[in-house]
């Protein structure tokens, strides 16, 4: 259970951008679905799913917590 939660977890957060997406608030569904990517590359790298490409995902993983770290300052800034 402990190795498959981050995929649970990115799964969930993937799920709930598909609601924002539905409900139409096109900013909370980019922080949430680069969120759950950003969780499930991190599993990815944590259970070595591609052994031979670790660096890359390396950096994906910190450009899309980057990408949602920056989302989420700027929705707690703004009130659209």
């Known amino acids: ?4 939660s981050q995929y649970i977890i990115g799964l969930i957060m993937i799920a709930f951008s598909g609601y924002q997406l539905f409900i139409a608030e096109y900013w909370e ?9 950003a969780f499930i590359v991190m599993g990815m790298i944590k259970n070595e799913v591609f052994p031979d490409h670790k660096k890359l995902m390396t950096i994906l993983s910190w450009v899309l917590i980057f990408i949602a770290g920056f989302l989420l300052l700027f929705l707690a800034r703004t009130d659209y």
């Open 1 to 4: 259970m402990a190795r498959n």
């Open 29 to 37: 569904f980019a922080l949430y679905i680069s969120a759950g990517l």
